[in-house]
C-alpha cells in the first residue's frame, strides 16, 4: 500500500468496520472503532446521506483498505479479474485473499494484514520450502507455507495474545507447527460476508 502517514485508526472508523490495521490492538477494548463506532473529524457523526457514487467508492475503498493495497494495484487485480471467466466480483475477492499477507492473516497466526506484511517482509516464513518476501505474492493451491525455525517463538508469543480464528476450509492450519497448506481458492461463502462486491464492478464499470 502506498505510503500513508495519518492515523490508521481513522481509516477504520471512516469505513465503519474494524481493518485490524494496529494488530493486537484492535482486539482490546482500545480499539477506537469500538469506542467511537462514527467517522473521524469533527463532522464525522453528522454526516449526510451519501450519493450512489459516493456508496460505490466507499465499498472500493473499504476493501481496498482492509487488503493494504494501492489504487494502482486494485485496479490491476480488477482488470485481471474481468479476464477471467466466471462471476468478476467473486474473481476480485479470491484474489485479494490469495495474498500471501491475506493468508498468514486468515489462518491466525497474525493479528492482522499489516503485522503479517511487516513478518512478511522481514523473511519469518518460506513457501514450499524458499524464503518469500513479497507480501502479495499470489498463493495456489498445493502451496505450503511453514514458519522458519528461529522465528517460531516470536510468532507463538504473538498468537498468544490473540483470539482464536474460525478455521476455513480452504486452509489447513497446523498452529502446533506453524504450517498451512492452500487447499483451494476460497469460495464466496467462505469470504466476507460484509463485502458487497457488485457495487465495486458497478463502480469500475461506469
Known amino acids: 500500500m502506498a505510503r500513508y502517514r495519518e492515523s490508521v485508526c481513522k481509516v477504520c472508523r471512516n469505513e465503519g468496520k474494524k481493518l485490524f490495521l494496529k494488530g493486537s490492538r484492535c482486539y482490546t477494548a482500545k480499539c477506537s472503532v469500538a469506542k467511537r463506532p462514527y467517522g473521524a473529524g469533527q463532522h464525522g457523526q453528522n454526516r449526510k446521506k451519501l450519493s450512489e457514487f459516493a456508496v460505490h467508492l466507499r465499498e472500493k475503498q473499504k476493501v481496498r483498505h482492509s487488503y493494504l493495497v494501492s489504487e494502482k494495484q486494485f485496479v490491476r487485480y480488477f482488470k485481471y479479474a474481468m479476464r477471467k471467466k466466471g462471476v468478476t466480483g467473486t474473481i476480485l475477492l479470491q484474489n485479494l485473499e490469495s495474498r500471501f ?27 514450499n520450502g524458499r524464503v518469500v518476501d513479497i507480501p502479495s505474492y499470489k498463493l495456489k493451491p ?57 457495487l465495486i464492478v458497478e463502480y469500475y464499470s461506469k
Open 101 to 127: 499477507d491475506s493468508v498468514i492473516a486468515t489462518a491466525g497466526l497474525t493479528a492482522g494484514r499489516k503485522q503479517s506484511r511487516q513478518l512478511i517482509r522481514h523473511r519469518h516464513f518460506v513457501v
Open 142 to 198: 498445493g502451496d505450503e507455507i511453514a514458519v522458519k525455525t528461529k522465528s517460531s517463538e516470536l510468532i507463538k508469543n504473538m498468537m498468544e495474545t490473540m483470539p482464536e480464528t474460525p478455521d476455513v476450509n480452504w486452509l489447513t492450519v497446523d498452529k502446533n507447527k506453524l504450517k498451512i497448506q492452500v487447499n483451494a481458492l476460497p469460495e464466496r461463502e467462505e469470504l466476507d460476508p460484509t463485502i458487497k462486491e457488485q
